[in-house]
């Protein structure tokens, strides 16, 4: 994920130079194939990496700058390639096969299972051999990891993932209609990918929205279609992933302040967003503030709460709250008791 | 975590009067949808929790209006009279 961030960011690099990742993945498999083969040809190498000649010399001079923390000459790698033959020396560090505690690999078992589930992975084949070999390692220590499942939003179409991966990869706009359940709206945009996270169980895109102008992110199972545009998705330099750590909700200092009572059963409010202040009060309910930009949300919520929860402030938002539910109710006035699923009959207003 | 909790309960079937542009998220979920007129479509969508889903009804404000049935339709109104400023409620 980092790798396809920072080369989102970076900008183009020109289609002919690799990216560090296949560099540094050939360099690990290089280390313990010439140690395996002292003294072959830099030819024979060459075309067993499917590289140049000329390459394998630049991954040596870069080897030989190789090895464990200090920097002296005795924790480097030694490579000597004068010749045109290979012979490579004091590479311990990276020949060394891993070896892992019981619960690291417990921990990287349920790991990648979460991550086979992924759809649209370009890289399965390697997690499932991986899968293999660890779990053949740690025996019986892994049979109660069948019992452990990570449960990855299911719910996000598989194709909404895959899209998304490969716009990723292939550096292109996309064009999305999205659900805003919070406004009740379908929008459509256009977005430059800058990378695919599961934050709380949830698939989330985060990209620079060229609607917004600014950074958003998307939940994977709010997306009604997605398009890959023949556009460059770059995003600007200013884009900037958000640091999700707190959740993905992350409110401003600049943002609305609204005090909210809430009654018993709306306590658990406090909890599912993020608020500034609580204090409880004696008949088990609370009195929170929070900061939101958009208050729409709230008015829903506060719909949805009914008398388990007020807004005292501000008085504007809960005039809002009033009014709305009052228009709702019009609907039901007069026809109370009715209710035949005709429904032919539009409410006046 | 925990990715769902099994509701043991027998669907039943609620019919929704829903403004245009609005409730996307239960038109999504509708099983039957049929425009009545400019001003409004009907949707029939499955619910298993009563209380759950007028909850997530009343979210919709003015945009969607419970036809039936009855136990539904009671609930949301209860709801929506409870956000009714306290002056208003009480009396």
Redesign the interface.
């Known amino acids: 994920m980092n790798a396809k961030m920072q080369s989102a960011q970076s900008g183009h690099s020109s289609a002919a130079s690799e990216s560090a990742t296949t560099r540094l993945s050939r360099l690990l498999t290089m280390v313990p194939w010439l140690l395996n083969r002292q003294g072959v040809e830099i030819d024979e190498a060459a075309r067993e990496f499917d590289v140049t000649p000329a390459q394998v010399e630049a991954d040596l001079a870069l080897l030989f700058l190789c090895g464990t923390p200090g920097g002296y000459h005795g924790d480097l790698i030694e490579a000597e390639w004068e010749s045109g033959r290979v012979y490579l020396a004091n590479a311990d560090a990276i020949n060394r096969p891993l070896r892992l505690g019981v619960d690291e690999a417990l921990a990287l078992i349920v790991g990648l299972r979460a991550l086979a589930a992924v759809p649209g992975i370009g890289e399965r084949e390697a997690v499932v051999r991986a899968l293999a070999k660890l779990e053949a390692a740690t025996g019986s220590a892994a049979a109660g990891t069948a019992r452990i499942q990570v449960i990855i939003d299911a719910e996000a179409g598989a194709e909404n993932i895959a899209a998304a991966n490969q716009a990723l990869a292939a550096h292109r706009r996309i064009h999305l209609r999205y659900l805003v359940p919070g406004r009740d709206e379908t929008t459509e945009r256009d977005v430059d990918p800058m990378r695919l996270i599961n934050v709380d169980a949830h698939w989330y895109l985060e990209g620079w929205c060229h609607r917004a102008e600014d950074v958003r992110l998307f939940r994977l199972d709010r997306i009604e279609a997605l398009a890959i545009l023949d556009e460059d998705g770059t995003p600007p330099s200013i884009a900037e992933p958000r640091d999700l750590d707190a959740g993905v909700f992350t409110p401003r200092a600049d943002d609305q302040l609204v005090r909210l009572a809430l009654g018993p059963e709306a306590v658990w409010v406090s909890d599912y967003y993020p608020i500034e202040s609580i204090e409880r009060t004696t008949d088990g309910g609370a009195v929170i503030d929070l900061r939101t930009a958009d208050t729409a949300w709230l008015r829903r919520l506060m719909w949805q709460l009914g008398s388990q929860a007020t807004v005292l402030e501000p008085a504007e938002l809960a005039r809002e709250v009033d009014l709305g539910a009052r228009a709702a109710l019009e609907a039901y006035a007069g026809a109370a008791g009715s209710s035949e699923p005709d429904g032919s009959t539009p409410a006046s207003g | 975590?925990?990715?769902n909790v099994t509701v043991d309960r027998d669907p039943g079937e609620a019919?929704l009067?829903v403004r245009p542009g609005?409730?996307?998220?239960l038109r999504?979920q509708a099983s039957a949808v049929e425009e009545?007129?400019d001003?409004?479509s009907?949707i029939?969508v499955s619910y298993t929790d009563t209380e759950a889903f007028a909850?997530?009804i009343?979210?919709?404000?003015?945009?969607v209006?419970v036809?039936?049935?009855?136990e539904l339709?009671e609930s949301?109104?209860?709801?929506?009279?409870?956000?009714?400023?306290?002056d208003?409620?009480a009396r």
């Open positions: 975590m925990i990715s019919f009067r609005a409730g996307h998220s999504r009545l007129n001003s409004w009907l029939s909850a997530e009343c979210g919709f404000g003015p945009d209006v036809t039936g049935p009855a339709r949301v109104i209860r709801r929506l009279t409870g956000a009714l400023s306290t208003e409620a």
